[in-house]
């Protein structure tokens, strides 16, 4: 079983940047694949970004490639997201979720774990 903690919740204007962290507990962290995922109102659950295990590869949705950075510190258990260049339709709940395969997918039932999702409000 692996738990998952999102952090970095806050409000920020059009134009700014946020820093989300996902904590996973286990000591098999460093052997999955971490997706970051976001759920707007009313609307479904998206893929935002993965990584490979060994940080060797990342995958990014087209609407936040160039502005969005996924990284992890597997001696820390910890995966961010860094996001620069926010727009208001970044607004959502963000989830970190982990692949047990150890190979970044953009598909959400490729995921076995989730985190609770952490909000992020972009105001204009």
């Known amino acids: 079983q692996v738990r998952l903690v999102e952090s970095g919740v806050g409000t920020v204007q059009a134009g700014g940047s946020l820093r989300l962290s996902c904590a996973g507990s286990?000591?098999?962290?460093?052997?999955?694949?971490m997706g970051w995922f976001r759920q707007a109102p009313g609307k479904e659950r998206e893929f935002v970004a993965a990584?490979?295990?060994?940080?060797?590869?990342?995958y990014y949705a087209d609407s936040v490639k160039g502005r969005f950075t996924i990284s992890r510190d597997n001696a820390k258990n910890t995966v961010y997201l860094q996001m620069n260049s926010l727009k208001p339709e970044d607004t959502a709940v963000y989830y970190c979720?982990?692949?047990?395969?150890?190979?970044?997918?953009?598909?959400?039932?490729?995921?076995?774990?989730w985190g609770q999702g952490t909000q992020v409000t972009v105001s204009s």
């Open positions: 979720a982990a692949e047990t395969t150890g190979w970044e997918s953009s598909r959400e039932d490729a995921y076995a774990y």
């Open positions: 286990g000591r098999t962290f460093s052997s999955y694949a």
């Open positions: 990584i490979r295990c060994n940080s060797g590869s990342s």
